[in-house]
């Protein structure tokens, strides 16, 4: 039979990480992108719950969550640390976007890591223009700082994720969903934080990555933008333990769009 609890768990800061358990079998956390909750990955979280003890949490700052005093990239490390040892000492990860980069520091960290799934990392690793602009987090930060979190939004989806101006004024005709964007925008330099030095169109460092030895399956759609899939081939060849797979008729946003399409080859990789 199928359990669902909501519960918290205590990170090293003593902050708490909500998230929602669901089914039975080997533990998967799902680790959320940018400008994103577990509401996001539910109906994912709900495909994968039968064969597997999926952990969906809001990360710190998000949701139900709490938030430490000062942020830093190794608190999130920890808050992950802490579902693993709830999982009962290892575990899976998937992350989508910034979640993934997030996921993959933590195995790189040495954390437990069973299997890795990684949904098109944002690494810029060409000089084509597919980078956020320079001086981005600043620019973010001023605009959070001058209480305007909708156009922090506004300048994230159209600076750093390519999005139509038109495509972000029809969200804003939608008040649910413009509203939790807003809430969320404080986060936004958490997830520019997680991505640190690797925007900025130089081959990745492997080095930095040495410690990412779980099997990993790093995927992207190909109806995304070709930066992702620069990335995603950049990655594999550092990786000891890596391939890339490029899931047909998906976009950037598959993880709360197309969750069917994405749970199948979850399964069979992370079983």
Same mark, same amino acid.
């Given at each position: 039979?199928?359990?669902?609890?909501?519960?918290?768990?205590? @990170?090293?800061? /003593?902050?708490?990480i &909500?998230?929602?358990?669901l089914? +039975? !079998?080997?533990? $998967?956390?799902?680790? #959320?992108s940018?400008?994103?909750?577990?509401k996001?990955?539910?109906?994912?979280?709900?495909?994968?719950?039968?064969?597997?003890?999926?952990?969906?949490?809001?990360?710190?700052?998000?949701g139900?969550?709490g938030?430490?005093?000062?942020?830093?990239?190794?608190?999130?490390?920890?808050?992950?640390?802490?579902?693993?040892?709830?999982?009962?000492?290892?575990?899976?990860?998937?992350g @989508?976007?910034? /979640?993934?980069v997030? &996921?993959?520091?933590?195995?790189? +960290? !040495?954390?437990? $890591?069973?299997?890795? #799934?990684?949904?098109?990392?944002?690494?810029?690793?060409?000089g084509?223009?597919?980078a956020?602009?320079?001086g981005f987090?600043?620019?973010?930060?001023?605009?959070?700082?001058?209480?305007?979190?909708?156009?922090?939004?506004?300048h994230?989806?159209?600076?750093?994720q390519?999005?139509?101006?038109?495509?972000v004024?029809?969200?804003?005709?939608?008040?649910?969903?413009w509203?939790?964007?807003?809430?969320?925008?404080?986060?936004?330099?958490?997830?520019?934080?997680?991505?640190?030095?690797?925007?900025?169109?130089?081959?990745?460092?492997?080095?930095a990555?040495?410690?990412?030895?779980?099997?990993?399956?790093?995927?992207?759609?190909?109806?995304?933008?070709?930066?992702?899939?620069?990335?995603?081939r950049?990655?594999?060849?550092?990786?000891?333990?890596?391939?890339?797979?490029?899931?047909?008729?998906l976009?950037?946003?598959?993880?709360?769009?197309?969750?069917?399409?994405?749970?199948?080859?979850?399964?069979?990789?992370?079983?």
């Open positions: 039979m199928r359990t669902t609890t909501t519960t918290t768990v205590i @990170s090293r800061d /003593g902050t708490p &909500a998230f929602e358990q089914g +039975a !079998g080997p533990a $998967v956390i799902l680790v #959320a940018a400008l994103a909750d577990r996001d990955a539910a109906k994912l979280a709900r495909l994968l719950a039968p064969r597997f003890t999926v952990i969906n949490y809001d990360r710190r700052g998000r139900a969550s938030d430490g005093s000062a942020y830093t990239v190794e608190r999130e490390i920890e808050d992950v640390a802490a579902l693993i040892h709830h999982a009962g000492g290892s575990a899976s990860l998937f @989508s976007s910034s /979640g993934a997030l &996921a993959l520091r933590a195995a790189a +960290a !040495g954390l437990n $890591v069973d299997r890795l #799934a990684l949904y098109e990392p944002p690494f810029a690793v060409t084509d223009g597919f956020p602009p320079a987090a600043q620019e973010i930060d001023a605009l959070l700082a001058a209480d305007r979190p909708g156009d922090a939004v506004k994230f989806m159209t600076r750093a390519g999005m139509p101006s038109f495509m004024a029809m969200m804003r005709l939608m008040p649910g969903v509203s939790t964007l807003k809430r969320l925008a404080p986060t936004l330099p958490y997830d520019i934080a997680v991505m640190g030095d690797t925007q900025q169109g130089r081959p990745l460092d492997a080095a990555w040495a410690g990412a030895v779980a099997p990993t399956l790093v995927l992207t759609g190909s109806k995304s933008p070709a930066g992702f899939h620069d990335a995603a950049a990655l594999v060849e550092v990786l000891p333990h890596a391939e890339h797979r490029t899931l047909a008729s976009n950037h946003g598959a993880v709360m769009m197309a969750p069917h399409k994405l749970a199948p080859v979850l399964s069979d990789f992370l079983t």
